[in-house]
């Protein structure tokens, strides 16, 4: 589930960013003279180190031919795209021990390929990610603490009629009662019933040999 997660905040992450990709391309494509210093309504791309970076140029170049005013160290080469990869990658990054997430893509323009690059950091993201996790495992710790307590009433429930039981054949054994008597689950029932059965039998035991002792008895005291 958290993977679920990190998975969907990074990609509504990158498709944030992935507008500026595109508003960038566009502004190039179209304009005579690209403004590197007029775009987007975000003043972090005007702030340097910021995080918030942007360049445009040829993939090959070192040294792209536009980027924002925040940024001053080149971006890393870009990567080769996977087997069968089109359009826009993402990725994170870390650059001057900042970690950001890295979204490009390489658009045709007059013939020539054209990498747009667009970073952004990733405190807020990791912040939600691990804020999701931590909220996650308190309620799956809260889940687990209800299933043990449901579970040990479930135990002591269900044993309950075992401990009467019990204490009726504890009755029996002092000889307060002659059988177990109550009312039991049709689960128990079959077990009391054999008990009874039980005790009747040794009950019927018990007088025929008070029976028998009584008869040798008399027949010693009746002379021959």
């Not at 970690?99 to 990791?126: F, M, N, S, W």
């Not at 059988?179 to 039991?184: D, H, I």
């Not at 689960?187 to 039980?198: G, H, R, W």
Request: net charge negative; with cysteine; glycine share 8%.
């Amino acid at each position: 589930m958290a993977a679920l997660q990190r998975a969907g905040a990074e990609r509504a992450f990158d498709e944030r960013l992935a507008v500026f990709v595109t508003q960038l391309f566009a502004d190039y494509a179209n304009d005579d003279v690209f403004d590197a210093t007029a775009h987007f309504a975000n003043p972090s791309f005007g702030l340097p180190g910021s995080g918030w970076y942007w360049a445009v140029g040829a993939p090959d170049q070192a040294v792209p031919e536009f980027a924002s005013a925040s940024l001053f160290d080149p971006l890393p080469a870009p990567q080769p795209a996977p087997d069968g990869a089109q359009g826009l990658q993402s990725r994170p990054l870390e650059l001057n021990g900042q970690k950001l997430r890295l979204v490009e893509r390489i658009y045709q323009c007059e013939g020539e390929d054209i990498l747009v690059r667009v970073t952004a950091p990733t405190e807020g993201l990791d912040a939600q990610i691990a804020q999701f996790r931590w909220g996650l495992l308190a309620t799956l710790g809260a889940m687990r603490l209800i299933l043990l307590v449901l579970s040990y009433a479930q135990v002591r429930i269900g044993l309950r009629p075992l401990q009467v039981l019990q204490q009726d054949l504890q009755a029996v054994r002092e000889g307060k009662t002659a059988e177990v008597s109550g009312v039991y689950p049709r689960e128990v029932s079959p077990m009391v019933s054999e008990l009874n059965a039980l005790l009747s039998a040794n009950q019927a035991i018990v007088e025929r040999a008070r029976h028998h002792v009584g008869n040798l008895a008399h027949a010693l005291k009746t002379p021959l």
